[in-house]
Nanobody, 116 residues
Framework: QVQLAESGGGLVQPGGSLRLSCVVS??????????MGWYRQAPGKERELVAT???????KYADSTRGRFTISRDNAKNTVYLQSDALKPEDTAVYFC????????WGPGTQVTVSS
């Protein structure tokens, strides 16, 4: 069983930064065995991949977030992070934490709004 809980969303001005966190409760496999990802969904749009971090620690980013966002994980804390810098209004969306890929488990999401 896997449960995810995101935090860290909010309102930020363009050019600002946010750090999203996702604490994961897992059993029977340990957290370190899961590929973790961040996705987002803006109003009227489909959910899209933001970043993925594999069990090896290697990462993958969407073209729209590469160079501005950084995904990381702390296996000792069962937590995955998304450091979001140089935020743009088009980054406004609900951000979801994911364990195990699109057919895996999802958190309830956290709202990120980038606006002046």
């Amino acid at each position: 069983q896997v449960q995810l809980a995101e935090s860290g969303g909010g309102l930020v001005q363009p050019g600002g930064s946010l750090r999203l966190s996702c604490v994961v409760s897992v059993s029977p496999l340990p957290f370190s065995r899961y590929t973790m990802g961040w996705y987002r969904q803006a109003p009227g749009k489909e959910r899209e991949l933001v970043a993925t971090i594999y069990t090896s620690g290697s990462t993958k980013y969407a073209d729209s977030t590469r160079g501005r966002f950084t995904i990381s994980r702390d296996n000792a804390k069962n937590t995955v992070y998304l450091q979001s810098d140089a935020l743009k209004p088009e980054d406004t969306a609900v951000y979801f934490c994911n364990a195990g890929g699109p057919n895996g488990q999802w958190g309830p999401g956290t709202q990120v709004t980038v606006s002046s």
